[in-house]
């Protein structure tokens, strides 16, 4: 992670306004917190699980049991998750202690990036606020009536022509200092979204392959196979959700502009607004693998289409 870059983005975001509209920024907040402690909660929960699984003692039908399926010397020697390796017995001491060591890794991993999975995502709601904040600030403009034409009424109509034009430049310089910090923040995380999609798409394909064949397993199995697969699942969809959330925003600006009073504006603001407008035609997805990736709702049900085909592919070639 570029961390010099992340710097650069908290100091960005140190300059957000965030006293216009307060109320935004305070359900943004608690909404964090509430994710958080969650999902936080439930990699925890899950993680608990994961580790101290194979200490927990078994009966001698599901001893007999799980002998059964897979053959074990040792059914008590239980992997928290199903390693598929031929011709090797899982359960022989000489082969249970490194795998269950590897199972480990989920502990430093989760230590380092649960801050980093969870902190970018917060970033862009912040960003999302001030899209708000703007599209707000762009519904107000124009709306000051343009009075009868005499010299009195004429000196006001150019003081709140220039005012408006003032109010404009304003939300230009702001919608352009939006885009510069969703720039940097693309630069910042292209090769942590990149690593996240490949990682999350592959996760999601082995543990719903699990769900498939829930009926070989034990209750306690089941119940932590779905845990498992509903986590990654989720935090899945919550990225394509976030990238949902972006383009939203950016067409709220678009809609605020045009459902301004801009035709009451001078042609000067008018030809600014348009200028505007423009700007927020491209779309504001995030993307991965240089753009070929887009996450969004489509993405996510093609991603579905992709899980499907291959959980059909891996039923298919055990027959």
Not at 50 to 66: C, G, L, N, Q, R
Not at 182 to 192: G, N, P
């Amino acid at each position: 992670m570029n961390g010099s870059g992340v710097l650069k983005l908290i100091d960005l975001m140190k300059k957000f306004d965030v006293t216009s509209y307060p109320i935004i920024f305070t359900n943004s907040r608690r909404l964090e917190r509430l994710t958080f402690f969650s999902y936080v909660g439930s990699v925890f929960i899950i993680m608990l699980l994961k580790v101290s699984y194979p200490f927990v003692p078994i009966s001698d039908a599901e001893y007999e049991h799980v002998q059964t399926i897979y053959g074990y010397k040792y059914p008590q020697n239980r992997l928290p998750q199903c390693w598929v390796i031929p011709y090797v017995d899982l359960s022989v001491p000489r082969w249970f202690i490194p795998l269950y060591l590897s199972q480990l890794y989920f502990i430093p991993l989760f230590l380092v990036n649960a801050t980093v999975i969870l902190l970018f995502p917060f970033i862009l709601l912040h960003l999302v606020g001030q899209h708000i904040v703007l599209s707000y600030k762009l519904m107000s403009l124009g709306k000051s009536p343009i009075g009868i034409h005499s010299r009195h009424s004429r000196s006001h109509q150019k003081i709140r022509e220039a005012r408006e034009k003032f109010e404009l430049k304003k939300c230009i310089h702001i919608h352009q200092q939006l885009l510069h910090f969703r720039a940097l923040y693309d630069s910042v995380t292209r090769k942590q979204i990149d690593l996240r999609v490949l990682i999350l798409f592959s996760t999601v394909c082995i543990s719903s392959f699990s769900i498939t064949i829930l009926s070989r397993f034990n209750l306690d199995k089941q119940c932590f196979l779905l845990a498992e697969f509903i986590l990654i699942f989720g935090y899945y969809y919550f990225s394509c959700m976030i990238s949902e959330i972006l383009e939203w925003a950016n067409c709220r600006i678009r809609r605020s502009a045009y459902n301004s009073a801009w035709y009451e504006m001078c042609p000067e603001a008018q030809r600014m607004m348009l200028m505007l407008i423009r700007r927020t035609q491209k779309p504001h997805y995030t993307r991965s693998l240089a753009g070929i990736v887009v996450l969004c709702n489509e993405s996510f049900v093609k991603s579905l289409k992709t899980v499907y085909t291959f959980i059909r592919f891996v039923n298919l070639a055990n027959k």
